[in-house]
C-alpha cells in the first residue's frame, strides 16, 4: 500500500510510504524554520497538495516537484485542506475558520466560527505584523472552539470543533449551520458521512479510537513505540468498504466493523492520503 502522511512535531514533514517503508520526505529533512513546517496532506486531481504554516503547495504525486502554490492569510493552523472542483477548501484552526479560494488566492466563500457564537474573533490578523506572526509567531487561542477539519458532503460541509465537543454541516453559499448529533461528548477530531452502505452514518476520530454511528472501537494491535496515546487523528473513506485512520502512532486499515486490518507504524501522523 502507497500513501502519503503528514507528521506532527517534532517532525512536521510530509512522508511518502510504500507498505510501511518512507520513499521520501518533504522536506528532506526536519524544517528548523516554521515557514517550512507541513500541517497537512491532501490530493488534487491526483496530485498531492502540502498544506504549510501559511500557503498551500501542489506537488506532483511522487513529491519530486511543485507545481503550484497559494498564499492566504487566513492559513494559519491549517487543520485540513481538499479539493472542491477546481479550488480549495481549507479549514485553520488557528483563526477557526473554513474557506473556499482559489490558487489566486480570491475567496469565493468562508465560514467564521465567530460569528455563529463559537468562540472569540481572532483580531490578531488586522495587525500591521500580522504576516511576521503568521510566519513565526503565536497566537492566543484561549476561548477557541478549534476548526478541526472539514469534509465535503453532498449535503454541505462537515466541520468538526474539537475543543467546542461539536459536529456542524454548513451550506455553501449562506454563513447557517447545523448541529449534527454525535454520540460522544468530546475529543472529537474528524467527521464525515460515510453512505456507502444505506443510510448515511457519522463516522470520525475519538481520543479512544474510531467512531462509526454510536459504536466506538479502540484501535487493539496498534501499539507501537511512538507513545502512550492512540488517538485518531483522521478518518478517510478506502476502498469499498474501509477505513484509512491516522492515529498518533501509526495509519491502519480498519473494517465497518471496527478490526484493524493492518498497521503501518509511523511517527505521529496527523492525516494521510492515497493518490
Known amino acids: ?69 497559494v498564499y492566504h492569510p487566513w492559513i494559519y493552523m491549517l487543520h485540513a485542506v481538499e479539493q472542491f ?38 483580531d490578531c490578523i488586522d495587525g500591521n505584523d500580522w504576516q511576521r506572526v503568521q510566519l513565526f509567531g503565536v497566537v492566543d487561542c484561549v476561548g477557541s472552539p478549534h476548526v478541526n477539519s472539514a469534509n465535503i458532503d453532498e449535503d454541505g460541509i462537515v466541520v ?42 457519522l463516522v470520525g476520530g475519538a481520543e479512544d479510537g474510531l467512531v462509526i454511528g454510536d459504536s466506538l472501537f479502540p484501535l487493539d494491535g496498534c501499539q507501537t513505540g511512538y507513545g502512550a496515546h492512540w488517538y485518531v487523528k483522521r478518518v478517510k473513506l478506502y476502498e469499498d468498504d474501509k477505513y484509512l485512520v491516522s492515529h498518533e502512532t501509526g495509519v491502519a486499515i480498519m473494517d465497518r466493523k471496527g ?7 509511523l511517527p505521529r501522523p496527523f492525516n494521510a492520503v492515497v493518490l
Open 85 to 122: 472542483g477546481d479550488r480549495l477548501l481549507a479549514a485553520c484552526a488557528g483563526l477557526d475558520v473554513v474557506f473556499l479560494f482559489d490558487w489566486d488566492g480570491r475567496v469565493h466563500w468562508s465560514w467564521h466560527a465567530y460569528q455563529n457564537g463559537y468562540g472569540p474573533r481572532r
Open 1 to 69: 500500500m502507497r500513501f502519503w502522511a503528514a507528521y506532527q512535531e517534532p517532525l512536521r514533514q510530509a512522508a511518502l510510504v510504500d507498505d510501511g517503508r518512507v520513499i521520501r520526505t518533504i522536506p528532506d529533512h526536519p524544517p528548523g524554520t516554521p515557514m517550512r513546517w507541513v500541517c497537512a496532506v491532501g490530493s488534487f486531481d491526483g496530485d498531492l497538495l502540502v498544506g504549510r504554516r501559511c500557503d498551500i503547495q501542489l506537488w506532483d504525486k511522487e513529491g519530486l516537484a511543485i507545481k503550484r502554490s
Open 259 to 265: 478490526r484493524v486490518l493492518n498497521n503501518f507504524p
Open 160 to 201: 468538526t470543533m474539537l475543543r467546542a465537543g461539536k459536529v456542524v454541516l454548513l451550506n455553501i453559499g449562506d454563513r447557517g449551520l447545523k448541529e449534527l448529533s454525535v454520540s460522544r461528548a468530546g475529543g472529537m477530531h474528524d467527521f464525515k458521512y460515510d453512505r456507502r452502505f444505506g443510510a448515511p452514518v
